[in-house]
T-cell receptor
């Protein structure tokens, strides 16, 4: 199984809502990533988990809260988002974080719209 | 982070080779060079990576300049399924993508 799955595919939320994005992989990878992608732009790294510990936070606002409950699951909790947070949120995984040659496997993303 | 620059778009005909360039003039000696592509409504897909030597795999070839300040992704025979946005990126601890090249393949 070389797949990264993400749910939901689409999410519409108001600025006062709390929602969560979910990501799952069963490849035994120990590094997992969240990226944000605006339209016609490249993915931008948000967070990296290595062995279930947060290793990189790219100065992301606290209204985004990541969680890695186990080595297969990655969540992104959303609260009090702004309309400019509307984007495609991509999850990825790789064998290790500190092996720069490792390829990353991306999920299809969650298309988030904040009203 | 090394800054990468890519042409906004390129066009090719089916079954012809495609050479996609990338400049990464501020790359450091330990940064890997990666290429990913993204089809519409999908997440990025790994294509190839390298450090100093040219690399080949079943999808493509990667030619890295001797000074490592540029690289070229080579698709040997483009197909319609190769139409995508191709991202060049560098990694040292984290992967940073360039702005991407939209590749159009004409039948």
């Amino acid at each position: 199984d070389t797949e990264v799955t993400q749910t939901p595919k689409h999410l519409v939320m108001g600025m006062t809502n709390k929602k969560s994005l979910k990501c799952e992989q069963h490849m035994g990878h120990r590094a997992m990533y969240w990226y944000k992608q605006k339209a016609k732009k490249p993915p931008e790294l948000m967070f990296v988990y290595s062995y279930e510990k947060l290793s990189i936070n790219e100065s992301v606002p606290s209204r985004f809260s990541p969680e890695c409950p186990n080595s297969s699951l990655l969540n992104l909790h959303l609260h009090a988002l702004q309309p400019e947070d509307s984007a495609l949120y991509l999850c990825a995984s790789s064998h290790h974080r500190d092996r720069d040659y490792n390829e990353q496997f991306f999920g299809p993303g969650t298309r988030l719209t904040v009203l | 982070d090394a800054k990468t620059t890519q042409p906004n778009s390129m066009e090719s005909n089916e079954e012809e080779p495609v050479h996609l360039p990338c400049n990464h003039s501020t790359i450091s000696g330990t940064d890997y060079i990666h290429w990913y592509r993204q089809l519409p409504s999908q997440g990025p897909e790994y294509v190839i990576h390298g450090l100093t030597s040219n690399v080949n795999n079943r999808m493509a070839s990667l030619a890295i300049a001797e000074d490592r300040k540029s690289s070229t992704l080579i698709l040997h025979r483009a197909t319609l399924r190769d139409a995508a946005v191709y991202y060049c990126g560098t990694s040292y601890g984290k992967l940073t993508f360039g702005q991407g090249t939209i590749l159009t393949v004409h039948p």
